[in-house]
Nanobody, 122 residues
Framework: QVQLVESGGRLVQAGGSLRLSCAASGRTDAMGWFRQAPGTDREFVAAISWSGGTTHYADSVKGRFTISRDNAKNTVYLQMNSLKPEDTAVYYC??????????????????WGQGTPVTVSS
């Protein structure tokens, strides 16, 4: 099972930008980001195929967040712009066989990172 390590989370003001990174210990297929705010369930944020040719986003982040990957570095990124207080959460990286699993069946995701906290102040 591949190991995932996130980084980049911190405190940022509303309207600001942040880039999260997730380094994998080996090759991965589809990768994605989820988030969990206090008292809520973990929710899907974005996913990307191995080639990068397919991406999916939650409606709440479309147009503000961009997922990308560098396969030479086994790393996936989440560029977050125009951040809002409601984006405050712990952000988790995930790896799976397909973007479909990441989007629709997170219980069967193969690997999870430990999470990196993002706090957006108003």
């Amino acid at each position: 099972q591949v190991q995932l390590v996130e980084s980049g989370g911190r405190l940022v003001q509303a309207g600001g930008s942040l880039r999260l990174s997730c380094a994998a210990s080996g090759r991965t297929d589809a990768m994605g980001w989820f988030r969990q705010a206090p008292g809520t369930d973990r929710e899907f944020v974005a996913a990307i195929s191995w080639s990068g040719g397919t991406t999916h986003y939650a409606d709440s982040v479309k147009g503000r967040f961009t997922i990308s990957r560098d396969n030479a570095k086994n790393t996936v990124y989440l560029q977050m712009n125009s951040l809002k207080p409601e984006d405050t959460a712990v952000y988790y990286c995930a790896a799976s066989g397909s973007t479909l699993v990441l989007r629709t069946d997170p219980a069967n995701v193969g690997s999870w990172g430990q999470g990196t906290p993002v706090t957006v102040s108003s």
